[in-house]
């Protein structure tokens, strides 16, 4: 089975350091995504303005380390409570009076105040917690990035360009009406869920001729490209590089790691995020394996061969 390329992301960039952003994000559930051969399927998703259709993922928040942020969450859901969280970070939440919102959940129509500070550079989900893991699947998810402060030798002296692959895979019965609007009171167990045996697998590329970061890996002998990974999925990931490639670990789940260039494997569970620097000092043409596994299991489900291209 091939994979089915992701919609176009929508970026909301942010220049200046230490400034306060303030981003909106609003909670759809009544997106679709066409694949190529015209069958469409339903979608939750994140949008920066009611006007855009459904992306996955959802908007993409960049901002810089030391920034402070506040995102307004919109939910216009149609009923459906949602909320969002983002793993590695700690939020205030306020309601619309910007009183300390002591409900887990935004209902239909309300806003709520996300603050937090961006202390740390690195990549991060923000996802909607509420009847995990369904609404993530749905659609649910989205990129936050943030890059570090000006000067850092590391980022801003040797990288020649910056990727982002997003990974998930998604079951068509999680998408159907019945399972999508059916309403709940507490938060949806695992076990009330159908079977996961996702038939579509993505890795962002392109659809619809707009491009969003192709899965590919282009670069000369010598440059050093910085490759933020993440898996949005249910799935394990299982990422190879060509043993010809060298691989320096920066950030997992945005914590820094000591520098390790013998890798050329990293596996995502649910909600992980790497970035790496990944170089080669050789012409090379070969491609990345990047596996989908059920972690009971000890072979992948789906493997994707991501082109990589070293030229001189």
């Known amino acids: 089975m091939r994979v089915i390329p992701c919609l176009l992301c929508c970026m909301l960039a942010f220049c200046a350091t230490g400034q306060i952003k303030r981003p909106m994000i609003i909670g759809r559930t009544s997106g679709s995504i066409t694949f190529e051969n015209g069958s469409e399927m339903r979608v939750f998703g994140f949008t920066g303005r009611l006007s855009e259709p459904i992306n996955l993922p959802g908007t993409i928040i960049e901002a810089r380390e030391g920034d402070s942020l506040e995102i307004d969450f919109w ?8 909320d969002i969280r983002i793993r590695g970070i700690q939020l205030q939440k306020r309601n619309e009076a910007h009183e300390i919102y002591t409900d887990d959940n935004i ?6 105040y996300y603050s ?4 740390h550079a690195g990549t991060y989900i923000y996802y909607c ?18 890059k570090p402060k000006r000067g850092n030798e590391i ?19 999680w998408h159907t009406d019945s399972v999508l609007d059916a309403e709940r009171d507490e938060k949806l167990q695992m076990s009330e869920t ?18 969003t970061g192709p899965a590919v890996l282009n670069a000369k002998v010598g440059e050093k490209v910085l490759l933020r990974l993440a898996n949005t999925g249910l ?3 299982i990422v190879t590089f060509p043993k010809e490639m060298k691989l320096t670990v920066l950030t997992k789940n945005a914590a ?3 520098a390790h260039d013998e890798v050329n494997t990293l596996i995502l569970k649910p909600l992980d995020t790497y970035e790496i620097l990944v170089s080669s000092n050789a012409v090379l043409n070969g491609f990345v394996s990047y596996a989908f596994k059920n972690e009971a299991q000890e072979t992948a489900v789906q493997i994707e061969k991501i082109p990589v291209l070293i030229t001189k």
């Not at 917690?129 to 943030?146: C, H, K, R, T, W």
């Not at 980022?155 to 019965?173: A, K, P, R, V």
């Not at 996702?198 to 619809?208: L, V």
Request: hydrophobic fraction near 35%; proline fraction near 10%; charged fraction near 15%.
């Open 75 to 82: 939910n216009v859901s149609q009923g459906n409570p949602h």
């Open 194 to 211: 159908p079977a996961y045996r996702p038939q579509y697998f993505f890795i962002n590329d392109k659809r619809n001729g707009q491009p």
């Open 155 to 173: 980022y801003h002296t040797q990288i020649s360009q910056e990727l982002l692959w997003c990974g998930f895979e998604m079951d068509t019965t």
């Open 107 to 112: 209902h239909h129509m309300e806003h709520g």
């Open 129 to 146: 917690p509420v009847n995990y893991p369904l609404d993530v699947q749905a659609g649910m998810f989205g990129i936050l990035l943030v």
């Open 256 to 258: 820094p790691l000591p």
């Open 116 to 119: 937090f500070i961006a202390s």
């Open 235 to 237: 799935m394990e990931h």
